[in-house]
C-alpha cells in the first residue's frame, strides 16, 4: 500500500518561489494501476519523482508498506520518457544491472533478465546495444528492466510520450498484459486522456499550477476496452472537461499555450 | 567471379591511386628542388641523402626509438595516473572541483617546456626528468577531458541508475559516470599524446644524451642536416602509428555502443 500524505513542494528559483504541488493526498491501493493527468507543469513529475526518491517534498511524507521513502531504492522502478538505457551496455546487461549490484551471480541474473525480455518481446535482442533498437523497442527494454529488479511500484513518467501513435497503442496493450502477468502497482503519468481511458483503474486529475488532486476518476470498466466505445466516451467527455477547465485556470500563467499535448512538465 | 573480384582490386588501386601520385610528386620535387635548386645539403638535404642517412643510422634510430618511448611511456602512464582520477574526483565532487580548479587554472597555461630548468634542478638530467616534462604536457587535456566527460554524463542515467538501487557514490562513478565518460577520456588521451611527443622531443633536446629529439639537436651541431630530417621524418612516422594504433584500439572497444566517437579522424 503507498500513501502520499500532504505532499506540497515548493521550488526556490532566482525569480521567487514556485509552488509545484499542495497538499496531495492520495491511497494507492496494491496492485492498482493509477493514472495521473493534468496541464502541463502541473507537478506531476514532481509528484512522482517524490515518489521515486529522486526529490523531497517540502513538507509532507510518502509511505510504502508503512515505510517512510526518503531516497530512491530498488522497492520502485521508474521508466522515464526519455530513453534511459545504458548506451554501453547490452540490453541484455541493460536488464540485469539492477541484479547486478544486488551481486547476483551472472547466469542467475541472465536468467532472470531473458525472463523479462521474452515478456516484452525482445528475446531475440539480447545481445544488441540500445542505439540498434527502434525508440518503441527501447522503453520496452526499460519496461523489462524496472521488473526485471523486482519493485514492488512501477513508476512511469509518459512512458510512450515520445514513440510515435500506432507504437504507442501497440505498447499500451502490451503494458496491460504484463500489468496482468506481474500484478505490480503501476503509476502511470500521461498527457493522452485516451492513453489513461485505456490503462488506468482510476485517473487522478491534477488542476493548474500549484498542482492539487481536483478529482479522482474511477473508471470501472472491463479491459480490453474499446477505445471508441460509448462508455469510454461518457469519461473521456468528463476528463475532457476537466482539464479543459483546469488549462483555462492555468492561462493566467506562462503555460497557457502549451496545451495537452505538448510540452512536458 | 574472377572478373568481378579483379574490378574489386582496381576500385580499390584507383582509390589510393591519387594519394600515393600525391607523395610521389611531393618527393620529385624535393629531390629536383635539392638538387638542382638549392645545391647546398646544409640547407636543403635531398630525398636520396635523408634515404642514405636512414641506412647509416638504422643502429642507431632503433635505440633511440627505445628510448623516446621510454620517456613518452613514463610521461603518458603518470599523466593518465593522475589526471584520470582527478578529472574523475573533480567532474563528481564539486567541493574537489572548487578547490583544484584555481590551482590547474592558473599550472595548466604554463607551457611544459618551461618546466625544463625546474625538471633539471628537482630530478636530475635522467630519464624520469625528460618523462616529468612529457608528463605535464600530457596530463591537462586528460584531465580536462575527463572533468568534461563526467561533467556531461546525462542525468537521466544517473537516475535510471539510482532507482535500480545505485545509490553509492562509488557505484555511481564505476558503473555508470565512468563508461558514458570513456569516450571523452579516450579523446583526452588522444590529444595528450600529442602534446607528449612534442614534449618528448623538447625534452631531450635540452637534458638528454640520446632519444630522437636529442639526435635532432646532436646532428644539427655537427651539420649533418641530412641526419636531422631522417630523424624528423622518423619522429612524424612514429607520432602517426602510435596515434593510428590508438585509435584503432579504442574504435574496436567502443564501436560496438558509439561509433566514430574519437574526435576528429
Redesign the interface.
Given at each position: 500500500m503507498l500513501t502520499v500524505s500532504n505532499i506540497s513542494r515548493v521550488f526556490e528559483s532566482e525569480t521567487g518561489e514556485v509552488e509545484a504541488l499542495r497538499n496531495i493526498n492520495l491511497a494507492v491501493r496494491d496492485k492498482e494501476f493509477l493514472c495521473f493527468i493534468g496541464p502541463s507543469g502541473c507537478g506531476k513529475t514532481t509528484l512522482l519523482r517524490i515518489i521515486?526518491?529522486?526529490d523531497q517534498p517540502t513538507s509532507g511524507e510518502v509511505l510504502l508498506d508503512s515505510k517512510k521513502i526518503t531516497?530512491?531504492?530498488?522497492e520502485?522502478?521508474?521508466v522515464?520518457q526519455?530513453y534511459?538505457l545504458?548506451?554501453?551496455?547490452r540490453i541484455i546487461d541493460n536488464v540485469s544491472?539492477?541484479m547486478?549490484?544486488?551481486g547476483v551471480p551472472k547466469h542467475e541474473r541472465y536468467e532472470t533478465a531473458r525472463k523479462f525480455l521474452k515478456m516484452v518481446g525482445l528475446d531475440a535482442f539480447e545481445r544488441s546495444?540500445?542505439?540498434e533498437l527502434s525508440g518503441g523497442m527501447r522503453q520496452r527494454a526499460a519496461i523489462a528492466?524496472?521488473l526485471a529488479?523486482d519493485p514492488k511500484v512501477l513508476?512511469m513518467d509518459e512512458p510512450f510520450g515520445s514513440v510515435d501513435a500506432q507504437t504507442r497503442n501497440i505498447l499500451q496493450g502490451e503494458l496491460l498484459r504484463i500489468w496482468n502477468e506481474t500484478r505490480k502497482t503501476v503509476l502511470f503519468i500521461t498527457h493522452s486522456i485516451d492513453e489513461a481511458m485505456y490503462l488506468a483503474d482510476r485517473v487522478v486529475v491534477l488542476s493548474a499550477r500549484p498542482g492539487q488532486i481536483r478529482e479522482i476518476i474511477e473508471i470501472g470498466l472491463d479491459r480490453p476496452r474499446v477505445r471508441t466505445s460509448v462508455e469510454v466516451n461518457v469519461i473521456r467527455e468528463r476528463l475532457l472537461g476537466l482539464l479543459m477547465e483546469e488549462r483555462t485556470r492555468g492561462c493566467g500563467e506562462t503555460v497557457c499555450w502549451t496545451g495537452l499535448e505538448l510540452g512536458s512538465d | 567471379m574472377a572478373a568481378g573480384a579483379g574490378s574489386v582490386k582496381a576500385v580499390r588501386r584507383r582509390r589510393y591511386g591519387v594519394e600515393i601520385a600525391s607523395l610521389f610528386v611531393l618527393v620529385v620535387i624535393w629531390q629536383l628542388a635539392a638538387d638542382n635548386l638549392v645545391g647546398n645539403a646544409f640547407i636543403l638535404p635531398s630525398f636520396t641523402e635523408v634515404m642514405a642517412s636512414f641506412y647509416t643510422l638504422q643502429g642507431d634510430m632503433l635505440h633511440d626509438i627505445q628510448i623516446s618511448l621510454m620517456h613518452f611511456g613514463i610521461g603518458m602512464a603518470a599523466g593518465i595516473g593522475v589526471g584520470v582520477p582527478f578529472g574523475v574526483a573533480m567532474g563528481w565532487f564539486r567541493t574537489i572541483d572548487r578547490i583544484f580548479d584555481p590551482i590547474i587554472e592558473i599550472v595548466r597555461p604554463i607551457p611544459p617546456i618551461a618546466w625544463i630548468p625546474f625538471a633539471i634542478i628537482w630530478i636530475g638530467l635522467t630519464h624520469t626528468s625528460a618523462g616529468f616534462i612529457v608528463f605535464i604536457g600530457a596530463v591537462f587535456p586528460i584531465l580536462i577531458n575527463t572533468h568534461a566527460g563526467f561533467k556531461n554524463v546525462s542525468k537521466?542515467?544517473i537516475?535510471?541508475?539510482?532507482?535500480?538501487?545505485?545509490?553509492k557514490n562509488y557505484?555511481l562513478i564505476r558503473?555508470?559516470a565512468l563508461?558514458?565518460a570513456?569516450p571523452d577520456i579516450a579523446t583526452g588521451i588522444r590529444i595528450a599524446m600529442g602534446v607528449a611527443w612534442m614534449c618528448v622531443v623538447a625534452a631531450e633536446m635540452f637534458g638528454m644524451t640520446s632519444g630522437l629529439g636529442y639526435n635532432i639537436w646532436h646532428w644539427k651541431d655537427l651539420h649533418r642536416m641530412d641526419h636531422v630530417m631522417a630523424y624528423m621524418i622518423l619522429l612524424g612516422f612514429i607520432s602517426l602509428s602510435i596515434d593510428r594504433a590508438f585509435r584503432c584500439l579504442v574504435e574496436r572497444r567502443l564501436s560496438?555502443?558509439?561509433k566514430g566517437i574519437v574526435a576528429g579522424s
Amino acid at each position: 500500500m503507498l500513501t502520499v500524505s500532504n505532499i506540497s513542494r515548493v521550488f526556490e528559483s532566482e525569480t521567487g518561489e514556485v509552488e509545484a504541488l499542495r497538499n496531495i493526498n492520495l491511497a494507492v491501493r496494491d496492485k492498482e494501476f493509477l493514472c495521473f493527468i493534468g496541464p502541463s507543469g502541473c507537478g506531476k513529475t514532481t509528484l512522482l519523482r517524490i515518489i521515486a526518491g529522486l526529490d523531497q517534498p517540502t513538507s509532507g511524507e510518502v509511505l510504502l508498506d508503512s515505510k517512510k521513502i526518503t531516497s530512491p531504492d530498488s522497492e520502485r522502478g521508474m521508466v522515464f520518457q526519455e530513453y534511459s538505457l545504458f548506451p554501453w551496455r547490452r540490453i541484455i546487461d541493460n536488464v540485469s544491472f539492477g541484479m547486478e549490484l544486488k551481486g547476483v551471480p551472472k547466469h542467475e541474473r541472465y536468467e532472470t533478465a531473458r525472463k523479462f525480455l521474452k515478456m516484452v518481446g525482445l528475446d531475440a535482442f539480447e545481445r544488441s546495444y540500445p542505439y540498434e533498437l527502434s525508440g518503441g523497442m527501447r522503453q520496452r527494454a526499460a519496461i523489462a528492466r524496472a521488473l526485471a529488479n523486482d519493485p514492488k511500484v512501477l513508476l512511469m513518467d509518459e512512458p510512450f510520450g515520445s514513440v510515435d501513435a500506432q507504437t504507442r497503442n501497440i505498447l499500451q496493450g502490451e503494458l496491460l498484459r504484463i500489468w496482468n502477468e506481474t500484478r505490480k502497482t503501476v503509476l502511470f503519468i500521461t498527457h493522452s486522456i485516451d492513453e489513461a481511458m485505456y490503462l488506468a483503474d482510476r485517473v487522478v486529475v491534477l488542476s493548474a499550477r500549484p498542482g492539487q488532486i481536483r478529482e479522482i476518476i474511477e473508471i470501472g470498466l472491463d479491459r480490453p476496452r474499446v477505445r471508441t466505445s460509448v462508455e469510454v466516451n461518457v469519461i473521456r467527455e468528463r476528463l475532457l472537461g476537466l482539464l479543459m477547465e483546469e488549462r483555462t485556470r492555468g492561462c493566467g500563467e506562462t503555460v497557457c499555450w502549451t496545451g495537452l499535448e505538448l510540452g512536458s512538465d | 567471379m574472377a572478373a568481378g573480384a579483379g574490378s574489386v582490386k582496381a576500385v580499390r588501386r584507383r582509390r589510393y591511386g591519387v594519394e600515393i601520385a600525391s607523395l610521389f610528386v611531393l618527393v620529385v620535387i624535393w629531390q629536383l628542388a635539392a638538387d638542382n635548386l638549392v645545391g647546398n645539403a646544409f640547407i636543403l638535404p635531398s630525398f636520396t641523402e635523408v634515404m642514405a642517412s636512414f641506412y647509416t643510422l638504422q643502429g642507431d634510430m632503433l635505440h633511440d626509438i627505445q628510448i623516446s618511448l621510454m620517456h613518452f611511456g613514463i610521461g603518458m602512464a603518470a599523466g593518465i595516473g593522475v589526471g584520470v582520477p582527478f578529472g574523475v574526483a573533480m567532474g563528481w565532487f564539486r567541493t574537489i572541483d572548487r578547490i583544484f580548479d584555481p590551482i590547474i587554472e592558473i599550472v595548466r597555461p604554463i607551457p611544459p617546456i618551461a618546466w625544463i630548468p625546474f625538471a633539471i634542478i628537482w630530478i636530475g638530467l635522467t630519464h624520469t626528468s625528460a618523462g616529468f616534462i612529457v608528463f605535464i604536457g600530457a596530463v591537462f587535456p586528460i584531465l580536462i577531458n575527463t572533468h568534461a566527460g563526467f561533467k556531461n554524463v546525462s542525468k537521466v542515467l544517473i537516475e535510471t541508475a539510482m532507482v535500480l538501487g545505485c545509490t553509492k557514490n562509488y557505484d555511481l562513478i564505476r558503473k555508470v559516470a565512468l563508461p558514458s565518460a570513456v569516450p571523452d577520456i579516450a579523446t583526452g588521451i588522444r590529444i595528450a599524446m600529442g602534446v607528449a611527443w612534442m614534449c618528448v622531443v623538447a625534452a631531450e633536446m635540452f637534458g638528454m644524451t640520446s632519444g630522437l629529439g636529442y639526435n635532432i639537436w646532436h646532428w644539427k651541431d655537427l651539420h649533418r642536416m641530412d641526419h636531422v630530417m631522417a630523424y624528423m621524418i622518423l619522429l612524424g612516422f612514429i607520432s602517426l602509428s602510435i596515434d593510428r594504433a590508438f585509435r584503432c584500439l579504442v574504435e574496436r572497444r567502443l564501436s560496438g555502443w558509439r561509433k566514430g566517437i574519437v574526435a576528429g579522424s
